[in-house]
């Protein structure tokens, strides 16, 4: 095996030791724990001077999904999910029969109009 160059190899030549002074000044910080209901705990890091109302009461799980809160004997439920609704549906909410039977009539005629097969008058 012949290799040439730099014993350790991908560092470039000058390369030296990476400190705080290359990489610049680290914040304060502090770490958060959540938990959800499968026990997995995560961890997110804030600023240490940020006011503790901005800091989140919950967050979703990376792990499971799930919602995790910042109290581990009490992990927040599950919020019961919605079944998916279609445009349909929405469009029903918002409508009644009646109405929904004027909008139809109105454009099937107006449909009729274009195709020429009623006149504006009738």
Known sequence: MASGGSAIR??????????EQDRGYHADRVAVSYWDALGNETV??????LPPEEIPETIDSP???LPAGRD??????????EPYK???AYVKERR????AQQLLDD????LRIRRGKLTPTN
């Open 72 to 81: 581990k004997e009490n992990p927040p439920a599950v919020a019961k999910l």
């Open 96 to 99: 009644t029969e009646e109405e």
């Open 86 to 88: 279609t445009h349909l």
């Open 44 to 49: 997110r890091y804030f600023a240490a001077n």
């Open 63 to 65: 792990s499971s999904g």
């Open 107 to 110: 454009a099937l005629t107006q």
């Open 10 to 19: 991908g560092s470039r030549v000058g390369a030296g030791p990476m400190g």
